[in-house]
């Protein structure tokens, strides 16, 4: 069972990356995955989630309006895009996975995947 987290780079202020979570292992059909990210100094943080249960989503107050979560179950695959990208979204971003639905909190999600570095800069 893995979950593999991948997309991140390097890009200029203002631009944008697609982030992808891919299951192997087992499907994520049922399961709900949460993005998180964490800065150097910086308690990790829920990004964004999706649920399988309701398809109910969560963005945390910083990325609304910026960052999009979605879910492709024929490809095994939770995508996260981010727009308009800040300095400050720049942190190491880990995807994880639960049953059903989401939550907010780490502790809460089962499986990690190993994280993908993103970093916002001129």
């Known amino acids: 069972v893995q979950l593999q987290a991948s997309g991140g780079g390097l890009v200029q202020p203002g631009g944008s990356l697609r982030l992808a979570c891919t299951a192997s292992?087992?499907?994520?059909?049922?399961?709900?995955i949460g993005w998180f990210r964490q800065a150097p100094g910086k308690e990790r943080e829920a990004v964004s989630c999706?649920?399988?249960?309701?398809?109910?989503?969560y963005y945390g107050d910083s990325v609304k309006g910026r960052f999009t979560i979605s879910r492709d179950n024929a490809k095994n695959t939770v995508y996260l895009q981010m727009n308009s990208l800040k300095p400050e979204d720049t942190a190491v971003y880990f995807c994880?996975?639960?049953?059903?639905?989401?939550?907010?909190?780490?502790?809460?999600?089962?499986?990690w995947g190993q994280g993908t570095q993103v970093t916002i800069s001129s």
């Open positions: 994880a996975a639960r049953l059903y639905y989401l939550s907010t909190m780490a502790t809460a999600y089962y499986y």
């Open positions: 999706i649920s399988s249960a309701d398809g109910r989503t």
């Open positions: 292992g087992f499907t994520l059909d049922d399961y709900a």
